[in-house]
Nanobody, 114 residues
Framework: QVQLVQSGGGLVQAGGSLRLSCAAS????????MGWYRQAPGKQRELVAT???????NYADSVKGRFTISRDNAKNTWFLQMNSLKPEDTAVYSC????????WGRGTLVTVSS
């Protein structure tokens, strides 16, 4: 069973930056897309960013221009660079990989203080 291991996250002041990483424990075949969701306390889960197998990216309107998703295929790893962070970005961020099933990371807390 492939596992997704997340790293990064933590506490940052508003305006700061963080980088999240998601590494697959082994090669993932037939991957359609990978990306990040987030869920803030008391709110619904939100799709933050995706990158397709072809490299196309999509972002939630709330993070466009501030967040960047990228990947390193050789290392089975993808990243979420988060700049100009705002308190409303505070949430648990979870990575995922869409194949014939959807694989999930365990989530990491990002807290942005004002």
């Amino acid at each position: 069973q492939v596992q997704l291991v997340q790293s990064g996250g933590g506490l940052v002041q508003a305006g700061g930056s963080l980088r999240l990483s998601c590494a697959a424990s082994s090669n993932i075949f037939n991957i359609n897309a990978m990306g990040w969701y987030r869920q803030a306390p008391g709110k619904q889960r939100e799709l933050v960013a995706t990158i397709s197998s072809g490299g196309s990216t999509n972002y939630a309107d709330s993070v466009k221009g501030r967040f960047t998703i990228s990947r390193d295929n050789a290392k089975n790893t993808w990243f979420l660079q988060m700049n100009s962070l705002k308190p409303e970005d505070t949430a648990v961020y979870s990575c995922y990989a869409e194949t014939t099933v959807v694989l999930w990371g365990r989530g990491t807390l990002v807290t942005v203080s004002s």
